[in-house]
T-cell receptor
Framework: DQQVKQNSPSLSVQEGRISILNCDYT??????FLWYKKYPAEGPTFLIS?????DKNEDGRFTVFLNKSAKHLSLHIVPSQPGDSAVYFC????????????FGAGTRLFVKA | DTAVSQTPKYLVTQMGNDKSIKCEQN?????MYWYKQDSKKFLKIMFS???????INETVPNRFSPKSPDKAHLNLHINSLELGDSAVYFC??????????????FGQGTRLTVV
């Protein structure tokens, strides 16, 4: 039972354009959401997060939007750069019968120069 | 100066063997985790420790036993290794009382191959 879903396994974007990575969740008890980036042979690194009391959080080129009614969040990268090519994991946490962070399967982003 | 370091990076071993993966964090965090990334690339939590106390123990075979000698270390011991244990194992730490409300810092991963 996947509580956090990233339905696009991959996404290809031209350099300079916007990358939009999507994430859906099923458990309404999640109240904190995070995005991680992962390069090959490395561990995931934290990118940006958002609390359920907000609907938007911005950090430089990265913006996360949260739509609680739709149980959907998205990560926007503008402008996309070749160095952004990586796997992006969406994660959610909250009191779901024990506090734990649930990760999605990841979306591989390719930014073409 | 590596924040979360785990050793070894690669581990190839035969079925039935017992092996350990070590993890250390120098961030002063209060919570440490073990995650497993399987062949489908899902990152699934296995265990978490808050101040040396086990707080999350997912449905993991009891052949897997975490050990936290102190707040900065969380080792993973695996008995009687099976082919299905082959995966990448990530250690992580965070400063959030184990509530998952802060970003986690991950180690580089240990690729375990059971032959």
């Amino acid at each position: 039972d996947q509580q956090v879903k990233q339905n696009s396994p991959s996404l290809s974007v031209q350099e300079g354009r916007i990358s939009i990575l999507n994430c859906d969740y099923t458990n309404s008890m999640f109240d904190y959401f995070l995005w991680y980036k992962k390069y090959p042979a490395e561990g995931p690194t934290f990118l940006i997060s958002i609390s359920s009391i907000k609907d938007k959080n911005e950090d430089g080129r990265f913006t996360v939007f949260l739509n609680k009614s739709a149980k959907h969040l998205s990560l926007h990268i503008v402008p996309s750069q070749p160095g952004d090519s990586a796997v992006y994991f969406c994660a959610a946490s909250g009191d779901t019968g024990g506090f734990k962070t649930i990760f999605g399967a990841g979306t591989r982003l390719f930014v073409k120069a | 100066d590596t924040a979360v370091s785990q050793t070894p990076k690669y581990l190839v071993t035969q079925m039935g063997n017992d092996k350990s993966i070590k993890c250390e964090q120098n961030l002063g965090h209060d919570t440490m985790y073990w995650y497993k990334q399987d062949s489908k690339k899902f990152l699934k939590i296995m265990f978490s420790y808050n101040n040396k106390e086990l707080i999350i123990n997912e449905t993991v075979p009891n052949r897997f036993s975490p050990k936290s000698p102190d707040k900065a270390h969380l080792n993973l011991h695996i008995n009687s290794l099976e082919l299905g244990d082959s995966a990448v194992y990530f250690c992580a730490s965070s400063q959030d009382g184990g509530r998952g409300l802060a970003e986690a810092f991950f180690g580089q991963g240990t690729r375990l191959t059971v032959v």
